[in-house]
């Protein structure tokens, strides 16, 4: 795969991660409704529609990446959770948050090194 081909796949992946973040951030809004009202039903209805977009595109990635690599970018959905927590529920960032944080950036960075496991394409 082309370097510029497989920088914009990475970058389709990170956006796709976000936006399946998103999922979370809608079921959480939609816990602070009543069951069955409306804002609740939209909510959890943009919670399917998310997923299920989602999943149209999940499978387009995982053809042009390998799943290992796929699966490690994915990891980088806990640090959207606590952005979105921090930012739309006041939540607060702790250290430990912070680290955990930084131990996945790592992790995914380190993966992403050409050569950081063998009889993976780089």
């Known amino acids: 795969m082309r370097q510029a081909s497989k920088g914009g796949i990475y ?3 990170h ?6 973040s998103l999922s979370a951030l809608c079921s959480k ?6 069951v069955g009202s409306f804002r609740w039903l939209l ?10 977009l989602y999943a149209i595109f999940w499978q387009q990635i995982i053809k042009r990446l390998p799943l290992s ?3 490690m ?4 959905t806990v640090i959207w959770g606590l952005v979105f927590g921090a930012l739309f529920f006041r939540e607060r960032v ?7 944080a930084a131990l996945i950036i790592a992790g995914i960075v380190l993966y992403a090194l050409p050569g950081a496991a063998r009889g993976r394409e780089t």
């Open 11 to 13: 970058l389709a992946l």
């Open 15 to 20: 956006a796709l991660v976000l936006f399946y």
């Open 29 to 34: 809004t939609a816990a602070s409704y009543p």
């Open 43 to 52: 909510f959890y209805g943009a919670v399917i529609l998310i997923l299920g």
């Open 69 to 71: 690599t796929a699966y």
């Open 73 to 76: 970018n994915k990891a980088a």
């Open 94 to 100: 702790t250290a430990g948050k912070l680290f955990g």
